[in-house]
């Protein structure tokens, strides 16, 4: 079974502070990777994706990935309480159907 | 504008009934997806199709059923096999670059 895994948190960091969100995954083979913000009782919404080993950056966002360690992370600096909310993370896995597997998602909490 | 539009967004169902909840999207996508939220849960994926006529069980098909028969339109059923159809429903559609846009979503109560 693929799995995705993310602490579920709350992850509480104070506004301005840089919030960080990390993923694991099982599937070595996995190329494409995703993060998303849902609001509650929301569906959930784009923020970023990457496919390639290292950064990449977009607005307060960067997300990183390091495919030898299984790892892809979400970085969001000068937090403001409006990016309260759960980030989940998802990863096309390999074969199939373009098939996405999701994390259970970290609830972020900004506090002023 | 385009988008992908679910209705109805709150539904209330009595066991035993089988509901169908409507997915449409007007942003000429191939594949299109049904998953399925539990609070505190991740998504876990219903069915997808990646063409029209087409479709595959994702991980929790039991007691779904589906059909494909236009590009635009991916309706999905809970039938009364499945036993705990009390959930937020989530449909996507996916671009050729592999990100998914997801609808607003259902809300299925079973009372």
């Known amino acids: 079974q693929k799995e995705v895994e993310q602490n579920s948190g709350p992850l509480s960091v104070p506004e301005g502070a840089i919030a960080s969100l990390n993923c694991t995954y099982s599937?070595?083979?996995?190329?494409?990777f995703f993060w998303y913000r849902q609001y509650s009782g929301k569906s959930p919404e784009l923020i970023m994706f990457i496919y390639s080993n290292g950064d990449k950056e977009d607005g307060r966002f960067t997300a990183q990935l390091n495919k030898a360690s299984q790892y892809v992370s979400l970085l969001i600096r000068d937090s403001q309480p409006s990016d309260s909310a759960t980030y989940l993370c998802a990863v096309k896995v390999s074969g199939g159907y373009n098939k996405l597997i999701f994390g259970a998602g970290t609830r972020l909490a900004v506090h002023p | 504008d385009g988008g992908i539009t679910q209705s109805p967004k709150y539904l209330f169902r009595k066991e035993g009934q089988n509901v169908t909840l409507s997915c449409e999207q007007n942003l000429n996508h191939d594949a299109m997806y049904w998953y399925r939220q539990d609070p505190g849960q991740g998504l876990r994926l219903i069915y997808y199709?990646?063409?029209?006529?087409?479709?595959q069980k994702g991980d929790i098909a039991e007691g779904y059923s589906v059909s494909r028969e236009k590009k635009e339109s991916f309706p999905l059923t809970v039938t009364s096999a499945q036993k705990n159809p009390t959930a937020f429903y989530l449909c996507?559609?996916?671009?050729?670059?592999?990100?998914?846009?997801f609808g607003e979503g259902s809300r299925l109560t079973v009372l």
């Open positions: 996507a559609s996916r671009v050729p670059t592999g990100e998914l846009f």
């Open positions: 599937d070595r083979g996995s190329q494409s």
């Open positions: 199709s990646q063409i029209v006529n087409d479709f």
